[in-house]
């Protein structure tokens, strides 16, 4: 017979395993999962799901419950004695900023932080880079006892910034480096009690001064509004002394929206460019929902009538606009369609980005867009990039990246293209006519391009009636996904009453013999997408783990080893593979949180997940290029494609990015959250923050 048992433990993290191990000598199937990268996600229940189970179990509580009694001022500001902490112009840090990982982080806690600081690239101007022995002035990322950082560049040499112990999430860093890059609270702004009620009857006594505010003739607010998903903001209950809320929002749909730490706003990044006089992001490209009839810089051409068209809605089919799917809208919002309805065999149409040229070191990028086919599953979507070797090359080189051919879809489908443009390019959507009837076609809307390395993607379908419909312990498994480097994995989804968990395992596949085992110092990261049609507008919800070669089972098995060596041999599809221990988080996320972003849009929820090899981090504080997998299509030699841009070129002109010091202010100006001028003055004394979160 098969055992059965779950064994739970107390641990400060919501982070746990699953230990799948069937009995040795059996095979067990799991029905209709997908191959690999395709097809929906598999169902199944507890019942039917037969495991001996090791499960950490997680105990939420307070961040702020770590700090009471360390006699801090205004609840989370360490006091030195040294000279005043108004902060102006010359407590704002040169771009790129220096940084250094102490040795004293985890593994994990390292990989983290350079993700946040991925953040910092893709939604500001901000940059950063691994400290020189020329940079005499730097931040120290240390792991000490709680989250905290000063506010502003205000020490010589070395400025801690800690991500101590339970703070190793990308919003509390990148809280952290806000805050040392020159930001305070949300809720200390001068204009707060405008849009927040202070419950002082409900604060810990003792605690009334962590929500101190600054008057408007010291602060300034970067004339942005105030900021409810700011992840400066105090969480509701921010020192609560059990009586009730400490923070009441003016305006009741947003009480439970403050003290986000899922990421930084869309005003956090507005309010940061403007700090630092600047506006270029360092690795966001380009982005395009076409509601503007520019089609954003964007060209069609076709060798048949009516290409590429921009519309509101398909005749004879039931498709929308993606961008607002399932949203109230003021106005007409549009997407791109081609039809290959009554059409020939072969006819085409493209449609071509504006030229782009990559600003990084690093010659990775990643075109996402979400696309509707509702044609025949013969035609054709081909995706090119058409690459200049200089500005005289008016016809460009091109290279096939993706296609797609498969049955129609009849639904908008998240898709990712890696690219490695090394010079000035174009991204061109081929649209291409295939065998036999169609009743409909190709669409197109919500194009984000970006410096960045694409992830897998694993979108569920009608989720939010599978929510609404399963048992508790119902779950899902992913397609199968290999890594850049060839590891095979596979993600599992369990729905609880009260909250989602993830976790992922290593599944045995085609290179393993190729492969270093154990997997260890690998970063497996996991992101529930907010589907916000603009990348650097998305507050996704994202939790990491690295295969630690330490980890050892109770029978002596290494955790992260070949899983043909430990893991359970079980049937996927057509296939009889080898499963291995899954790892990951409980808690991933509370279903009430499933409401306060778009996560789920028009009834479906997009994971995505990815695994990088962050070993490179014991030597140094960061890491090597990416790899971008070519892959091999058939094309028709006929590719319109083929025939040249569709628009007369204009090269853009390449932005400069400030890697020295930053503009010198006017006399009064005010260049930080705080003022700098003569005449204002506070206290002799340099002001650490150290953070609370509260949830």
């Given amino acids: 017979m098969f055992l059965s048992t779950i064994m739970f433990f107390f641990s400060p993290l919501s982070f746990s395993f699953l230990h799948t191990n069937f009995l040795i000598g059996t095979t067990e199937e799991w029905k209709d999962i997908p191959d690999i ?19 950490y179990f997680y105990s939420y509580f307070m961040y702020s419950e770590l700090m009471l009694g360390l006699n801090l001022r205004e609840g989370d500001i360490m006091m030195h004695n040294q000279r005043s902490a108004i902060l102006g112009n010359q407590y704002r840090w040169n771009i790129p900023v220096p940084f250094e990982l102490s040795v004293n982080l985890s593994m994990n806690y390292k990989g983290v932080i350079l993700r946040a600081l991925e953040q910092f690239r893709l939604k500001s101007c901000i940059d950063f ?110 020192f609560s002394n059990g009586n009730g809320s400490t923070i009441i929002t003016k305006r009741s749909e947003f009480q439970d929206v403050i003290g986000q730490r899922l990421d930084m706003s869309e005003y956090d990044t507005i309010e940061l ?39 509101e809605s398909v005749s004879g089919i039931s498709v929308t606009d993606h961008t607002y799917l399932g949203k109230e809208q003021n106005g007409t919002s549009f997407f791109m369609h081609f039809s290959t309805k009554g059409r020939n065999e072969g006819d085409a149409a493209r449609m071509e980005s504006m030229t782009m040229t990559p600003k990084r070191d690093c010659k990775v990028q990643c075109l996402q867009f979400y696309y ?55 991204v061109v959507f081929e649209a291409r006519k295939g065998a036999g009837n169609s009743s409909g076609g190709f669409s197109l809307d919500d194009i984000n391009i970006s410096e960045t390395e694409c992830p897998h993607t694993w979108q569920i379908r009608d989720f939010e009636k599978v929510l609404n419909n399963s048992v508790s312990g119902t779950r899902m498994y992913s397609p199968l996904y290999y890594s850049s480097e060839g590891y095979r994995f596979q993600a599992l989804l369990i729905l609880y009453q009260n909250y989602l968990s993830v976790y992922v395992g290593l599944v045995s596949g085609a290179y393993d013999d190729q492969l270093q085992w154990p997997c260890q110092w690998r970063q497996i990261t996991f992101q529930i997408l ?34 043909r060596n430990n893991g359970t041999r079980v049937v996927i599809g057509n296939e009889t593979v080898y499963v291995g221990i899954f790892w990951g988080y409980q808690y991933a996320i509370m279903k009430e949180d499933l409401t306060k972003r778009e996560f789920i849009k ?80 506070v206290s002799s004394l340099i002001l650490v923050v150290v953070c609370f979160f509260f949830w």
Avoid at 202 to 207: F, K, S
Avoid at 544 to 562: E, H, I, K, M
């Fill in 37 to 55: 990268n395709k097809g929906k996600a598999n169902i199944l229940l507890v019942s039917l799901y037969l495991i001996f189970t090791n499960h």
């Fill in 129 to 238: 880079k691994s400290r020189t022995e020329d940079d005499i002035s730097y931040i120290s990322v240390e792991s000490r006892e709680g989250c905290w950082s000063y506010v502003g560049h205000i020490v010589a040499g070395a400025q801690t910034l800690s991500i101590g112990n339970g703070c190793g999430v990308k919003g509390i860093v990148e809280h952290e480096f806000l805050h040392a890059l020159g930001f305070w609270h949300e809720q200390s702004r001068y204009d707060r009690d405008d849009y927040v009620t202070i419950n002082f009857k409900n604060i810990i006594t003792g605690y009334a001064n962590n929500f101190d505010k600054y008057s408007e003739n010291l602060t300034t607010t970067q004339d942005t509004p105030y900021d409810y998903y700011s992840v400066m903001h105090y969480d509701k209950n921010a």
């Fill in 273 to 311: 460019n403007k700090l630092y006089k600047c506006n270029s992001s360092i690795s966001f490209l380009d982005h395009c929902s076409f509601d503007d009839e520019s089609l954003c810089q964007m060209s069609v051409c076709s060798a048949a009538d009516y290409g590429w068209q921009r519309v």
């Fill in 372 to 426: 509707y086919h509702s044609g025949n599953e013969s035609d054709q979507l081909n995706i090119w990039i058409r690459e200049y070797q200089n500005e005289a090359d008016n016809r460009g080189t091109l290279r096939l990246m993706d296609q797609i051919i498969e049955p129609p879809g009849n639904y908008w489908k998240l898709h990712h293209v890696p690219l490695n443009a090394n010079k000035t390019f174009q």
């Fill in 530 to 563: 907010d589907q916000n049609p603009h990348i650097q507008k998305r507050m996704s919800s994202e939790k990491s783990f690295t295969t630690d070669p330490a980890l050892v089972s109770s029978y002596g098995r290494n955790d992260w080893d070949n899983p």
């Fill in 602 to 681: 028009g009834g479906d929820i997009i994971f995505l997940f990815s695994m990088q090899d962050i070993s490179g981090l014991f030597q140094s504080d960061f890491l090597p290029c990416p790899k971008v997998t070519i892959k091999d299509f058939n094309v028709s030699s006929h590719s319109t494609a083929q025939q040249g841009s569709c628009a007369t070129r204009a090269l853009p002109t390449p932005q400069t990015i400030s890697t020295t010091s930053t503009p010198q202010p006017t006399e009064g100006e005010c260049l930080d959250i705080f003022c700098s001028s003569s005449a204002k003055t």
